[in-house]
């Protein structure tokens, strides 16, 4: 089932120099791959996030941001608006007045601009924002402009927490007044937060709600965390949202929403002997596909391997038995290091995949689990494993059969 995970940006997908690794780009793109959609949810207008979902690379008409507190849904690539909202302007009147009865700082977005009357001395993330505009005439001034989507308030934390408990009750009541950073008081129309906005879109992209899935890091994540089924934060967040958050991931520094992706958004991944899933590898040129494994693995992200194939030798190819730890064909050929380095390459895919979990075809030289053929090419079994299967052993990979894989479902359920 295709999943929704939104993320918050600062503090959450961001580092704090506001850099994404590269790993957690790869992730993203992992998701987005297999059909799940990733969405950028922030209190920042949306030219303000174009850098970043560029960094992304997930410009496109159909990947979805959601901007200005949830007052915006619309493609990364600025094409396709979904939802907007403005602020009705007597009440953007209001929280101007509210500004200058309490002397309080403050900047007014509009969907392109951000406007203020005066630049806090410590509001350097907007240091260099070509939209930003500096107006004559006092906080007066912000009542002449339009389309207000939100008012943000700011200063040192301490001032704006003394401005919050001084605003009647009836105005805090009828707007969101949320901490985006301790720096900065956002205040939105009651009827516009991220989780509204989250839930908006999961069901314009048609996302059963058991599969939407938010992270966040501050007080403007609550909404959303507490509106989706799946509420995560990372393990930086502000104390109300670890409190409510289903499930804690690592922090902003340690790629945190890559690692939530990992095991909440991704299909886990297994590694299965090709020829169970039908490729024409066996040593006669066909297969041993199994319709049933193909079937149970579909929740499954399958990476398919066939060590002998890459350890060099020809399909079709003289079958091979081990005789004390060489593998011999049927003319006698020693074709050990064939297997070997088939069984280091397959290695190496598994590592780069992470793989834990391996189904592999039972009795093969290179594949069986526990038990092989003896050597004497007469169909006679005893116990031992393939020369792959042995490697994946020694390297903590749990492994299946064709045989007993139902017991990894079961686990799995
Ligand atoms: Fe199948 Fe493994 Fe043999 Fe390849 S090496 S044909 S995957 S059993």
Redesign the pocket.
Known sequence: MNKLLATDLDGTLLKNDKTVSEYTINKVHEMINEGHYFVVSTGRPYFRITKILKALDIISDKIYCICNNGGLIISTDGSNVLYEESMPYNHAVELIDLAIKYDVNMLVYQRDYIITDHLDEHVTVLNGEPRLKIIDGGKEALKKFQNIVKVVYNGTHEKLLEFKSKVPSEILNKYNFVFSGLDFLEVNNKTIDKGVAVNRLAEILNIDKECVYAVGDEENDIAMIKAVKNGCCVSNANPKLKSIAKFITLSNEEDGVASLIDKLILKPKIMV???LLGDN???NGGN?LKRDLVNDLKEYNIIK?????FGGLSTPRIPAEIVNGNVINKENIDVTNNYNLGASIALDIAKKHNIKVAI??QR?P??GVGKIYDGTFSNTIIDGFGITAKLFKDNDIKLYTEDNYQELLKKKS
């Open positions: 002997s090709a020829c590898c066996k040593y041993n391997i066939c060590p002998e194939v592999l075809k093969s290179s594949c």
